[in-house]
């Protein structure tokens, strides 16, 4: 879904593969295969500045970076336990936190996100739920999420699971969006029959 910061700037971090080539078509005049090039930057390297994107020329990268940006969540504290779970607090540009886990369980990693701030199901047994119901996440920041988890680890996450702050399904088309991303093959491509969404494949493995 198409998204603007405070500057007027697309959050293109948040756009499927889909929706990224048409506003590079529409709105910036650039061929197909800039969507490739600038998806494989942001969702498999992490790239988060338009001027590391050394394949594309100056030009276009002052371009990108007038008229859109990649979101970058700060991290604010962890907590790591002893069977090697840790978790992290992450400020959103609002000053909102949200929390997100990394799950050893070898030879799985696990990543397990959030989706909203706070939650309005309000289960009693939760302290997510006693704070109630603050605002969806967006695509971007839920993508984010998995990209600075990923940063702290030379283990490839291998499944990713939506049991963070929030209900998923509460926040339908950003959750989606997001999975579309995860899963796509010109990105970090997560997409384990053993995660939350056992019907995810990547791309690449449906054609083979
Ligand atoms: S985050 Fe999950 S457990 Fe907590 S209130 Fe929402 S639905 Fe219930």
Redesign the pocket.
Known sequence: MLRNDNHGRVMISGLTYEQLRSWLSDSMDMKPFRANQIFSWIHQRGTTEFQQMTNISRSIREQLETKAMITALRTDSTLSAEDGTIKYSYLLSDDNRIESVLIPEPPRLTACLST?VG?????T??????MGFKRNLTTDEIVSQLYQLRNTTETRISNVVF?????PMDNFDDVRDALSIISDDRGICIGSEKSLYPQLVCRGELRS
């Open positions: 909203q939650c309005r199901l309000g289960c047994f939760c302290q997510t739920g006693k049991m963070g702050m929030g209900e």
